[in-house]
């Protein structure tokens, strides 16, 4: 079931609102390389091997089991904490808990816990008198959904950390603590890569890198884009536990062959590739570090500040990749990114045609779901 609509507030979305995509100048190019795995894999550090992911609800084995009453109690008292938040005697804000939100995903979190032949049992929307006794299989004991639920309201946990995954595209991501929630602004990346690649076969055969890629949300993406012409991603990340997800996400899909995950600061596991990339993906962290206490709480309580924060002006990273992509991209080649919004866009862009003027051309931005401007492209 894809949930395509699963946020948690207006602000979450907002808090990743841009892109920037630029290609090389240059007219000239040569073949992309088609240089295999094997010749080219590194061997993650064992920090990273060390890390085992979590499972996410709707993976587990249901190997609890509860008498129907007693999850009917539970489902009772998860619905009068969600509704709850709107008798709370503090004034209503933009970081104000939403009951209808928390209902929804109250029926989600059913879904993802309780085996789906007693969800309408569960919601009361199928019951007779004798329900009461059945025993209903578990992926989580009562005792660990009645903590989650507590973890969500009392401790704003974002929703996606409570279940462990997040819908995506047509994609269920697993994600945990220490990595960032793809967002659907980020979708239009894909969407990018997707239409330049559709334009020219060129860019299918070639190598691309997800820099800062988290759960992965975005290789994959990209990957499966691609299809089976040639090409490959490589997405590298600083943290431990983004590439132990990541790689999990992409053994998920079977996509062990085009993708390889490298643990690493940007550039830094892609020194063999300098020149080489047919395009490079990002979704960096962006945000100015004054403006991180202010976030929705979901996000600049619990998501990693790694993946956030983006020093005084938040553009410490996004500087860092467009000098970056200048030196790795191939000749002809695509680069899209995510950033700020519109001040922040217009501010690299006009970093990147003049400063960079003779790496990148044809410099645009473009808007995300909301009319934002957040994708700059060439």
Partial sequence: MIRSFRLLTPLLSAAKPLRSFACSSSPAREPPPHASFTEEKSTPPPSSLSITPKTPLFLRKPSHAAPLSEVWKWHDWAK?????????????????????????????????????????????????????????SLRASLEELYELWRQRIEKRRPFQYVVGCEHWRDLVLCVEEGVLIPRPETELIVDMVEEVVTRDGWFKRGVWADLGTGSGAIAIGVARVLGGCGGRVIATDLSPVAISVAGNNVKRYGLEGMIEVREGSWFEPLRELEGKLVGIVSNPPYIPSDDIPGLQAEVGRHEPRLALDGGVDGTDSLLHLCDGASRMLSSGGFFAFETNGDKQSKMIVDYMTSDLKVSFSDVKIVSDFAGIGRIDFT
């Fill in 80 to 136: 009068d904490l969600a509704s709850s938040v709107e008798d709370s005697s503090s004034p209503k804000n933009e970081d104000s808990l939403d009951s209808v939100l928390l209902l929804r995903e109250l029926k989600w979190l059913i879904e993802d816990s309780i085996e789906s032949d007693y969800h309408p049992v569960i919601t009361r929307t199928e019951t007779s008198h004798d329900d009461g006794e059945k025993s209903v």
